[in-house]
């Protein structure tokens, strides 16, 4: 990437090439989105202008854009942005940067407010634990624009993100954000869903996550300590307290804890009927408990 002059197709044949060569994940891919990102403009848009001459200026910044992920930040931390719900949120290292998985949280969310009686004389209200970016309770807003939502987080830093994304979709007044260690930030309602993405990363494994994310992203929204199962285990034994009766939990967490959550589920004593949802993947990857 010299002095000479480089085109947009040419220097996204070179780009993609040199990240495949230093292992980065989805070479081609990320070198498109790091060229829109610099050039202010989308993937579509370099296509239709392949033959398009690029500035020293445009040059040299895309070149840093690459450093950085060559240093293993992740790409959407770089570019600002992450898809979820077909809805673009803003995400930055105070925040997990929201995964395709937990789109089964929204669909589960949805289904089971379909099913159930509308509540009498009031909104629906739904209650989103850990929203760190706010992805899962400004897509449910989207969604079910009936529903009164609270959406709750310790980092108050994830929640000035939250809020921004909710502003940014136009829900800002209809989700209410509470600050606090779980049900610290919950306000003493009786909630017809409660769903949460907790931290749930073993802390035993901690240190062997790809570096993107063990060296980036925050540690307070993954470490789920010994198991990964300290604040899963809290939400379960906490969670009826704030659930009407056949009100329904859905907790977020890796494949390998669910049958520890369906214990968990049982010891709290206040749970009717419970199971575990697959991912798209075919893995589990969600607990369902109903309040009795």
Request: aromatic share 8%; net charge negative.
């Amino acid at each position: 990437m010299g002095s000479r002059t480089w085109t947009i197709k040419d220097l996204l044949l070179v780009s993609a090439d040199y990240l495949k060569q230093k292992e980065i994940d989805s070479p081609r891919l990320t070198a498109e989105v790091l060229l829109a990102r610099q050039l202010q403009t989308d993937r579509l848009a370099l296509y239709l202008n392949f033959d398009q001459p690029l500035t020293e200026a445009e040059v040299s910044g895309y070149r840093a854009l690459v450093r950085r992920r060559l240093r293993r930040e992740p790409l959407h931390y770089i570019t600002g942005v992450r898809e979820f719900w077909s809805l673009d949120f803003m995400v930055d290292p105070s925040v997990l940067i929201p995964r395709p998985e937990s789109e089964i949280l929204v669909e589960q969310a949805l289904a089971r407010l379909r099913a159930a009686p509308e509540p009498a004389g009031r909104e629906v209200r739904i209650l989103d634990l850990c929203t760190g970016c706010g992805a899962l309770a400004v897509s449910l807003a989207m969604e079910a624009p009936g529903a009164e939502i609270w959406a709750t987080d310790i980092s108050g830093d994830a929640l000035r993100v939250a809020r921004r994304n909710a502003e940014r979709h136009g829900v800002a007044e209809r989700i209410r954000f509470g600050e606090g260690d779980l049900w610290a930030g919950v306000p003493d309602l009786a909630f017809d869903l409660i769903l949460s993405n907790p931290p749930y990363v073993a802390a035993e494994t901690y240190d062997d996550l790809p570096p993107e994310v063990r060296d980036y992203e925050p540690r307070l929204a993954l470490d789920g300590g010994e198991k990964g199962l300290r604040i899963i285990r809290k939400i379960f034994s906490g969670a009826a307290r704030y659930l009407i009766p056949g009100g329904w939990l859905l907790v977020e967490m890796s494949p390998g804890q669910t049958r520890d959550a369906l214990t968990l589920a049982d010891a709290a004593g206040a749970y009717g009927e419970t199971g575990r949802i697959r991912d798209y993947g075919g893995l589990y990857r969600v607990v369902a408990a109903k309040r009795m």
